[in-house]
């Protein structure tokens, strides 16, 4: 086999895994750049940012929108979902491939197509699109008001296509679930992070019709001059808001369900025990997914919508906070009478629990309508949602990555340069958007370049709160090109890795290390459940899903 | 509860208090369980850490005496969230649901990028030949509630005045009427809290809380240079 017929155009469900994880990773790492750079602004504002220069209120805005899609759309989504789910489906259930190969191409195809219509949107005249990722019409509809024509229109395609990729993806994964599950794996002998990713892209298909659509409208508006966010036209721009966010916070639930997944495996293999209450856990995740469905319009509480139906948003929003919270306390309650060891993968997946906490806590601020007043459009709600977004898209990513590494690559990373890299992260990330949290209930409004109009913004204590954020935001970034030379020197160098080399039972594990295209030697089959660690009465305190009586 | 709440701005309209106490409440409430859920987490990782010839115990999570750990927390926590939504929709009510009626009215109009006011002017009324109008610069009177009728010319804004605990999403097409009654004097920052393109970060304006005598002395200047014209 060439070269391109192996890694570029194959169907092997690792390598468009693989495909995935670092298109995704690159899109990642542009978007942290893009963070860096208007962190700097706000801290210093005014001054030339090193490796960028002077930032204009326009590449402020592009920078903002830019980096909140990309970080959504073109990092979290391809990381979670398609990177793990191409890679682990069907290894974990023992099968050789997805049930549509070629689909699977097509998926990344038009991915990898998407990724570079949006790079290419900012630098064609006008600039990158300015309008915030959640492109509220009539700003995002006309190129009167947002100045940035081609921009927002290479934008929208570029969403579009994405949304394309990840129905086709969605697609092999229900199907690959339902068809290709070794002999004798029941519905509930599945690993939990299938489960997740599988719900996750089901919830995704259900919410994404309606934004299709709605993205669809909107380049109609922007390019034949249509009316349906136009209200001169009879078009109204709060319906926009309804398509997006009925989306938008499914979508949520749709990063935060795989991330979930990868935390229990690393969990329970790191703490030699079975996941608390499997059943459980899984009632909850369909329990939160159907009602992430009802509580969109919290986003639009004081966006004009008919007071009324705040309350009810209020009702379902605060509920949801109750199988969240159930999910976590089976988490935290998994370790009770485990055997924990602190890999780097194992401090990763802990401090994912700790930090999501904080995420979800704070989300009741948000979701209590009476507060949300104050609270909308501040930089808590920034603090907020980077802190349920970090702990998914990346520090869950890395649990995965450092735990799923000697099973992709047949190596080990180096665990040493992993605890640095892990502490590098941990802290910095606390010290970017715990001081958000005060700056947003000082009233620090978000997407403003410069807080020097605002005297009562524009103080020293204020300020000096946004210098400590910019100053963790590089040292965080710093400490990613530590991963980064692990991961790849290892690749290469790293110490070799057996089949099994945790220990655990799942069936990935039965594969080679790295696996061939087909992934097994012989097909396993399956006798038990995925957790079955510390059984008493046996010598191991593993016990493989595919090992007989 | 006092000092926790010196971290908000400090607060200037007669709602303001209520959504802080609204505020501190779902702190208490919500810190109470992050609290312990962040304490039993670290208790455990540090009690159940790897000791060598220690297993690690086999437990389901199946067995009802089991899911009672997690169900009292579930129950009590379902709780908490009970009176936290009937506080939160009592403070909505008033603030956005409730018009109380109003002592004078004012327009607010958003435009890329900047906020028009329309005052009333001295016969109280709004759309009269006494109006006064202004960019930038909103004057009312402290102890009186207003009515505001907000609108935009262009794109989405959003008229927020965070002394008040006030904002309101500006549509265009639409007139949105809102209210407020300012209780403290001083100059606070306007600011747009929707994002309306290039301008929106410099899209500023300041509300002028002022004295009833404060506040005809500026429109009797207002007028002269309406008539100097
Ligand atoms: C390197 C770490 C990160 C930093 C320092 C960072 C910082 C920020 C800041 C300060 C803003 C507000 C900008 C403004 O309103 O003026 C923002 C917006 C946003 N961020 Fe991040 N972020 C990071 C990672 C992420 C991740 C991992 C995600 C999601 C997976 C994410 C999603 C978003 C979104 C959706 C927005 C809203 C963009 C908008 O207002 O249109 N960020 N980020
Ligand atoms: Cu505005
Ligand atoms: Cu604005």
């Known amino acids: 086999m060439s070269f391109w017929q192996k890694y570029v155009f194959s169907v092997d469900h690792k390598v468009i895994g693989m495909q995935y994880l670092l298109t995704g990773i690159l899109m990642g790492v542009i978007g942290a750049y893009m963070s860096y750079v208007f962190r700097m602004q706000l801290a210093f504002p005014g001054k030339e940012v090193p490796f960028f220069g002077l930032v204009t209120a326009a590449e402020y805005n592009a920078l903002i929108t830019n980096h909140g899609s990309i970080m959504i759309f073109w990092f979290a989504m391809p990381v979670l979902i398609a990177a793990f789910g191409n890679f682990l489906i069907p290894l974990m259930i023992g099968a050789d491939d997805m049930v549509f190969p070629r689909i699977n191409r097509l998926s990344y195809q038009i991915f990898l197509l998407s990724a570079v219509i949006l790079i290419v949107s900012f630098f064609v005249p006008g600039g990158g699109f300015g309008g915030a990722w959640t492109a509220y019409p009539p700003l995002s509809a006309k190129a009167e008001y947002n100045l940035t024509p081609w921009g927002s229109s290479l934008w929208l395609l570029a969403v579009a296509l994405e949304f394309v990729a990840f129905l086709l993806g969605g697609i092999n994964f229900i199907t690959t679930l339902m068809n290709s599950r070794a002999k004798g794996m029941k519905y509930l002998d599945i690993p939990i992070v299938l489960w997740m990713i599988v719900i996750a892209s089901i919830l995704f298909m259900a919410s994404v019709g309606p934004l299709i659509a709605g993205a669809i409208m909107l380049l109609f508006d922007q390019l034949i001059g249509t009316g349906f966010f136009d209200p001169s036209r009879g078009g109204d721009p709060v319906l926009w808001q309804h398509l997006f966010w009925f989306f938008g916070h499914p979508e949520v639930y749709v990063v935060l369900l795989p991330a979930m997944g990868i935390v229990a495996e690393v969990m329970t293999t790191f703490s030699r025990k079975k996941l608390f209450a499997y059943k459980t856990v899984l009632f909850t995740t369909i329990a939160t997914g159907v009602l992430s469905f009802f509580v969109w319009a919290h986003h639009q509480f004081i966006a004009g919508i008919d007071p009324r139906m705040a309350n009810i948003f209020t009702v379902t929003t605060v509920l949801i906070s109750i199988p969240i919270a159930e999910m976590l306390f089976v988490y935290i309650a998994t370790l009770y009478g485990g055997s924990i060891r602190f890999t780097t993968a194992m401090l990763f997946a802990l401090a994912f629990l700790a930090t999501f906490l904080i995420g979800g806590v704070t989300g009741i601020f948000l979701g209590a309508s009476g507060a949300d007043i104050y609270f909308h459009d501040t930089y808590f709600v920034i603090a907020h949602f980077h802190y349920t977004f970090v702990p998914i898209a990346v520090i869950a990513v890395f649990a995965g990555i450092y735990y799923w590494f000697p099973k992709m690559f047949g190596r080990f990373m180096n665990e040493t340069l992993g605890k640095i890299h892990f502490w590098g992260t941990f802290l910095p990330f606390n010290t970017i958007f715990l001081p958000l949290f005060f700056t947003g209930a000082a009233g620090d409004h978000r997407r403003i370049f410069t807080y020097a109009n605002f005297p009562q913004l524009a103080t020293p204590g204020l300020q000096d709160l946004r210098i400590i954020a910019t100053v963790s935001v590089v040292i965080l970034i710093c400490f990613q090109f530590l991963f980064f030379w692990n991961f790849f020197y290892s690749m290469f160098r790293g110490a070799k890795a057996g089949k099994n080399p945790w220990n655990a039972n799942t069936l990935e594990w039965v594969a080679p290390s790295p696996p061939p295209h087909g992934n097994f030697d012989v097909f396993p089959e399956v006798y038990r459940g995925p957790y079955e660690f510390s059984v008493p009465g046996r010598a191991q305190d593993f016990w493989p899903q595919n090992e007989k009586a | ?229």
């Not at chain 2, 301008?199 to 240079?225: A, C, F």
């Open chain 2, 1 to 229: 509860m006092l000092d926790f709440m010196s971290l908000l701005r400090e607060s200037a309209s007669t709602f303001a208090r209520d959504i802080d106490h609204l505020i501190a409440w779902v702190a208490i409430l919500g810190g109470f369980w992050w609290l312990i859920a962040e304490g039993v987490l670290v208790w455990l990782i540090v009690k159940f850490r790897h000791k060598e010839g220690v297993r690690a115990q086999y437990i389901t999570g199946e067995k009802k005496e089991e899911m009672k750990w997690i169900h009292w927390p579930h129950n009590l926590i379902l709780l908490c969230d009970v009176a936290i939504i009937i506080m939160a929709i009592n403070v909505w009510y008033n603030v956005k649901q409730k018009l109380p009626p109003a002592d004078d009215t004012i327009r607010v109009i958003g435009q890329q990028w900047s906020w028009r006011f329309v005052h009333s002017g001295k016969d109280g009324i709004l759309g009269t030949p006494d109006d006064v109008e202004t960019v930038e610069d909103l004057h009312v009177q402290v102890g009186k509630t207003y009515h505001f009728k907000l609108e935009t010319t262009d794109v989405l804004h959003n008229f927020s005045v965070p002394v008040f605990r006030l904002k309101q999403d500006s549509i265009p097409g639409r007139v949105i009427t809102g209210w407020f009654k300012p209780t403290m004097t001083g100059t606070f920052d306007i600011q747009c809290a929707e994002m309306c393109g290039i301008g929106h970060g410099i899209m500023m304006g300041r509300i002028h809380v002022q004295t009833p005598e404060e506040y005809d002395q500026w429109l009797s200047t207002q007028q002269k240079v309406a008539q100097s014209h």
